[in-house]
């Protein structure tokens, strides 16, 4: 029998809170003095000054705040404003995806819905701002899925560059980059999984319907098609995670 978790004490839940107070006035800070991606931060001691708590307790909401993404601390330089990073991201679901496998998969059954209410909702905004150089960009990479396939080879990197080139009319750095954060999800789960050999002809004629009604554009048999297609992720996934 299962042993309740342990109750959280009111001092370390009050600690909790006022490290989480702290990382958003370090995160408000950054954003009121006007930095930027690169830029660099005040020094410890200057943020334990200015907000008036220890240097041990700056520092370990700094820990937090670089895990999170928002900066980096380069040892020998300082702090500075972090690029675009969804590494937390990609951890945090992965976690929570792989976890829902024990209760029939509903979240990695979740984080496929919302990869495609973002990718068929939009196919018809992407189509309108095809270019004939994009098309060309999305042909490349569906001969390289059908090449790879013939050799008997993966297909992952393949699959998830047609996406990104898919919604590369866009010029959405965002949701390119959630686009990727689901993509590695799911493969991670997949792996996870262990849910056998894949039918690489069929992975690859699915691609290849999604790329010709988009070459047609033809905004609702491409969205169908998308939808078609996480219809399949989710019924492979669904059938792996009963087994």
């Known amino acids: 029998m299962a042993t309740a978790p342990a109750a959280v004490s009111p001092a370390r839940f009050s600690a909790q809170v006022r490290s989480q107070a702290l990382q958003t006035r370090i995160m408000n800070l950054i954003l009121e003095r006007g930095l930027d991606v690169g830029d660099a931060l005040p020094t410890e001691s200057e943020l334990s000054s200015e907000l008036g708590v220890g240097r041990n307790t700056v520092r370990e909401s700094l820990k937090v705040l670089q895990a999170l993404g928002v900066i980096e601390i380069r040892h020998g330089f300082g702090m500075f404003v972090a690029p675009n990073n969804f590494n937390a991201l990609v951890s945090g679901l992965t976690f929570r995806g ?93 792996e996870a999984l262990g849910s056998g050999p894949v039918n690489l002809e069929e992975q690859v004629q699915t691609h290849r319907d999604i790329y010709e009604a988009v070459s047609n554009r033809d905004k609702e048999l491409a969205s169908e098609r998308l939808q078609r297609h996480f219809a399949g992720i989710r019924s492979k996934l669904k059938d792996a995670a009963a087994h």
Do not use: C
């Open 98 to 190: 792989r976890l829902s496998l024990r209760h029939k998969g509903e979240e990695a059954m979740e984080l496929i819905d919302v990869r495609q209410a973002l990718e068929s909702g939009l196919i018809g905004l992407a189509i309108d701002l095809l270019t004939e150089e994009h098309l060309s960009d999305l042909k490349e990479t569906m001969e390289a899925m059908q090449a790879a396939a013939t050799q008997g080879g993966l297909l992952a990197e393949h699959d998830a560059e047609f996406h990104r080139r898919l919604y590369a009319p866009l010029n959405n750095e965002v949701l390119i980059n959630l686009l990727d954060v689901f993509w590695k999800v799911y493969r991670q789960i997949d």
